[in-house]
């Protein structure tokens, strides 16, 4: 209800608002008749602010003009009597001296000059002539900016041209080359393919050496040790031939090299029997 009674006495003051308004818009004339609805007046009141902020603006332009009218005035009055100070009023000056005259009225306007002092033309001047370097300045800036960024974008189309020249050439490769590419993918794939198929055979022959019974001896790997162990017999037998070989040069002393003999011969014959049963078990 609180909330109900305060928006309702906030359309009234808006009511009260856009009537004042109205009647001082139609001046002492008959107010036309509108609806009186919440929409209507809110509508009528915007409009009727919008309007006295509009008048606040205009009544300050006016009171600006009206000021430097004044001012105007003031300082033509002062000219006047400088003039006529010296013997000489607007009407009769020359045509030439109505031109300046004229001329300097349209300055000082066009500077927005407070008076037509010489000290207010050379501070307007000097101001007019700093804004003018300040534009030069600007000016220069922009140049050297646009400068740089056609240097820039020249640059980025001379890659984007080398890009493309790389793009074609890429796709030419891959014409020419493609089908090379194909190819050897198929074979990689092959290859792949067949090496699974032997890890899977390989797995498979295992495990039937195994359920056979095979003696594991007789493995390939078992097989080349048991050469190269072989080999290395073979090289201390040749070595041990040719210490026995020596023997024979021997001093005459009969026992001892006879002992010598006799374990060069055990040393021999147990080498042989050694290598003998190795090539059998490789032969088996």
């Known amino acids: ?10 359309v009234q ?52 003009l009206e000021q430097k009218a004044d001012e105007y005035n003031a300082e033509a009055k002062r000219l006047s009597r400088t003039l006529q100070s010296v013997g000489l009023s607007p009407d009769n000056l020359t045509k030439t001296g109505t031109t300046a005259l004229s001329t300097l009225v349209s300055t000082a306007q066009t500077l927005e000059l407070k008076n037509t002092s010489a000290t207010s033309y050379l501070l307007a001047m000097k101001d007019l002539s700093q804004t003018a370097m300040d534009k030069e300045d600007s000016l220069r800036e922009e140049q050297h900016l646009s400068k740089e960024l056609l240097k820039k974008t020249t640059t980025a189309m001379a890659h984007l041209t080398a890009i493309k020249r790389d793009e074609e050439s890429l796709d ?50 078992k097989l080349v040790d048991q050469a190269e162990e ?55």
Request: hydrophobic share 30%.
């Open 13 to 64: 003051e808006k009511h009260r608002k856009v009537r004042h308004w109205l009647e001082q818009m139609y001046a002492g004339e008959t107010v036309p008749q509108y609806e009186v609805n919440e929409t209507t007046i809110t509508v009528l009141y915007d409009l009727a602010c919008r309007n006295e902020a509009v008048d606040k603006d205009t009544k300050l332009v006016l009171e600006d």
């Open 172 to 221: 030419q490769r891959e014409k020419t080359n493609g089908p090379d590419l194909e190819k050897k993918a198929q074979t990689a794939l092959f290859v792949q393919n067949k090496a699974v198929e032997y890890r899977n055979s390989l797995g498979q022959l295992r495990g039937k050496l195994e359920a056979s019974g095979v003696d594991p001896s007789l493995y390939h790997h």
């Open 230 to 284: 072989l080999d290395n017999k073979r090289e201390k037998l040749a070595a041990l031939k040719a210490q026995l070989d020596s023997y024979h040069s021997l001093p005459p002393d009969i026992s001892l090299s006879r002992v010598k003999i006799e374990e060069a011969k055990r040393e021999l014959t147990r080498l042989e029997e050694e290598t003998s049963k190795h090539l059998d078990m490789m032969t088996l």
């Open 1 to 10: 209800q609180f909330q109900a009674g305060t928006k309702m006495a906030s």
